[in-house]
């Protein structure tokens, strides 16, 4: 159980079927976003003996990359969702990563161990809080002086085929109508990268930087294999589920998806373009 939750809502999401999706479909999505593990860990800066926190972990794939960069430190992953942190934990065991553990907490208010880590890292986990700023200034306390936070988000909507053809598909055969922007926690969340850099300065930390990079995303098993990823977590799954939808609809949903991206299709692998802002930012502290 967790001492302490802001964000109930998301604990509610990612322990329903719907976040147990993204465990049961684990590997096709480590397959998917593996290209992005390396800018954020480069970015980091490692050298091999830091401690780290890994900030919405999920199954563990980020955490266990960041463990592989830090023989002789340590990573501590952390998520909201339990079935997720019991995934991570078996693949830790697995592996054999010694220097990794896992904290089932909501990282907006859990009182982490002050001054106790080098580096943050963040795949696609820093907007999902509700309350940015407390985020910022929670997770930051457990920053040594001059620790580094380093944190991917998605970038506009627009650039992000992933997420727009599928939805597009969904939407058009159930006849959904369109939903009225939001500006509450979710993947696209940071999206205006001007917005971010402003809750970091509100936040007090330091030296805040955003880079935009275009990084293929490479889902497994062609177009139909991505398609149907596509239909089990996402904004398309997302319409699925809110419109009571049938298994034909599904089905019809993935020939759609499947036709919009067989032009992604090299050879046998898939390229999705993506565009994704690398935010980075440094823990200071008041004289």
Request: negative net charge.
């Given at each position: ?274 565009s994704v802002h690398l935010f980075s930012c440094r823990a200071g502290r008041q004289e």
């Amino acid at each position: 159980m967790m001492a302490q939750i802001a964000n109930q809502p998301q604990a509610e999401f990612w322990t329903s079927p719907a976040g147990r999706a993204w465990v049961d479909h684990e590997q096709a999505l480590d397959a998917t976003m593996e290209g992005l593990l390396r800018p954020l860990l480069d970015a980091a800066d490692l050298c091999g003996s830091e401690d780290m926190l890994d900030v919405g972990c999920g199954t563990g794939a980020s955490t266990l990359a960041a463990a592989r960069r830090v023989p002789r430190g340590t990573v501590l992953g952390l998520d909201i969702a339990a079935p997720m942190l019991d995934r991570a934990r078996h693949r830790a065991q697995a592996e054999g990563a010694a220097n990794v553990a896992f904290h089932l907490c909501d990282a907006q208010v859990e009182r982490l161990a002050p001054d106790s880590r080098d580096v943050m890292i963040s795949r696609f986990g820093m907007s999902f809080f509700d309350d940015s700023v407390a985020a910022f200034r929670n997770l930051s306390q457990a920053l040594r002086d001059g620790g580094r936070m380093v944190f991917l988000s998605w970038a506009r909507l627009a650039d992000n085929p992933w997420f727009t053809i599928p939805e597009k598909a969904a939407r058009d055969w159930l006849t959904a109508p369109p939903e009225p922007p939001t500006k509450g926690p979710g993947p696209l969340a940071f999206a205006d990268a001007d917005h971010v850099l402003a809750l970091i300065a509100q936040a007090g930390l330091v030296e805040g930087r955003v880079e935009t990079l275009q990084i293929d995303l490479t889902p497994p098993g062609g177009p139909s294999g991505a398609a149907r990823l596509a239909t089990h977590v996402g904004p398309a799954a997302r319409l699925l589920r809110i419109c009571n939808a049938t298994p034909q609809d599904r089905e019809a949903i993935v020939a759609r998806i499947e036709d919009d991206f067989t032009g992604f299709g090299h050879g046998a692998d898939m390229r999705i373009p993506s565009s994704v802002h690398l935010f980075s930012c440094r823990a200071g502290r008041q004289e």
